[in-house]
T-cell receptor, first 115, second 115 residues
Framework: DAGVIQSPRHEVTEMGQEVTLRCKPI?????LFWYRQTMMRGLELLIY????????DSGMPEDRFSAKMPNASFSTLKIQPSEPRDSAVYFC?????????????FGSGTRLTVV | AQSVAQPEDQVNVAEGNPLTVKCTYS??????LFWYVQYPNRGLQFLLK??????LVKGSYGFEAEFNKSQTSFHLKKPSALVSDSALYFC?????????????FGTGTQLKVEL
């Protein structure tokens, strides 16, 4: 299994531009989580899905952020318009089962820089 | 609030010495506890977990953790540290929120193992 796949690995964009981050979870995993990591705030959960349905999006910082999971094998996190304070590493993680008996498997992350 | 705390931002250890990275938790009900490690420019990797059973849990790379219910702690340990163990370590606990389960992570402890 290739693990959780995120793309792109690095993204540099100008303030005001739209940014789309992509995630392919492990096949058979039915829960998907988007996290953001910064030095100042550590790891923050943005949103998570169970069986493609958003369960808790209370961590999404503003309306500029949106996430979708159109099917079990793909999710996107979109920022529109982007701002310099959105610069961070964004991680996607997936898990099997809602009890989280096996924890998460994380992707390698997308390092976003907004200039 | 259900959470975990990692009281040390950084732990320094000489190679060959035992290491301990501390974690305390606050949850209602029986805790599901996890340790993850993050190497530079990588995603978080699962080390070990406690769900039930023996209080001493063994995981990857020679790490182990001891669950202590009376002290609400789940400290990560290794008998003999290696320079290659230098990384960022996260403790996490499962919490139930908004109709589903998620992992809440501590702020992380940077482990530095020196020759």
């Amino acid at each position: 299994d290739a693990g959780v796949i995120q793309s792109p690995r690095h993204e540099v964009t100008e303030m005001g531009q739209e940014v789309t981050l992509r995630c392919k979870p492990i096949s058979g995993h039915n829960s998907l989580f988007w996290y953001r990591q910064t030095m100042m705030r550590g790891l923050e959960l943005l949103i998570y899905f169970n069986n493609n349905v958003p369960i808790d999006d209370s961590g999404m910082p503003e309306d500029r952020f949106s996430a979708k999971m159109p099917n079990a094998s793909f999710s996107t996190l979109k920022i529109q318009p982007s701002e310099p304070r959105d610069s961070a590493v964004y991680f996607c993680a997936s898990s099997f089962g809602q009890l989280l008996n096996y924890g998460y498997t994380f992707g390698s992350g997308t390092r976003l820089t907004v200039v | 609030a259900q959470s975990v705390a990692q009281p040390e931002d950084q732990v320094n250890v000489a190679e060959g010495n035992p290491l301990t990275v501390k974690c305390t938790y606050s949850v209602s009900g029986n805790p599901y506890l996890f340790w993850y490690v993050q190497y530079p420019n990588r995603g978080l990797q699962f080390l070990l977990k406690y769900i039930t059973g023996d209080n001493l849990v063994k995981g990857s790379y020679g790490f182990e953790a001891e669950f202590n219910k009376s002290q609400t702690s789940f400290h990560l340990k290794k008998p003999s540290a290696l320079v290659s163990d230098s990384a960022l370590y996260f403790c996490a606990v499962r919490v139930f929120t908004g109709g589903g389960n998620k992992l809440t992570f501590g702020t992380g402890t940077q482990l530095k193992v020196e020759l």
